[in-house]
């Protein structure tokens, strides 16, 4: 038997049970907040980041959105890293892929602190 999952509410549901956890946090002086990082010119890619930032709005979450340019080295994909693991308004780091060609997403995700 196959069962029919309410990905909507399953959303709603798991935004609702943040609020609490993300009111506690502003409480005690935190605002969480999660980083995108898009290095892509996919469409697919753009809207799901676009997504999280809408999610993230919603929720109480500082979005920070970092786009890079698809033609520049991947050195800048490793700064912007490195700067985002060291800002203190950063609590989680989201690096789309599929990044562009020649980029080693293993090394991308382990700079991830």
């Known amino acids: 038997m196959t069962d029919v999952i309410d990905g909507e509410a399953v959303a709603a549901d798991i935004r609702d049970s943040l609020s609490g956890s993300i009111d506690r946090l502003n409480a005690e002086g935190i605002e969480p907040g999660l980083a995108t990082v898009l290095m892509s010119d996919d469409p697919a890619s753009e809207t799901y980041v676009s997504m999280k930032q809408r ?3 919603a929720v109480g979450i500082d979005g920070i959105h970092v786009e890079i340019d698809t033609d520049a080295p991947a050195a800048e994909l490793y700064d912007t890293i490195e700067e985002l693991n060291g800002d203190p308004g950063v609590h989680g780091i989201l690096v789309q892929m599929p990044l562009v060609d020649g980029i080693d997403s293993r090394r ?6």
């Open 55 to 57: 999610d993230c709005e």
């Open 108 to 113: 991308v995700l382990r700079s991830i602190d």
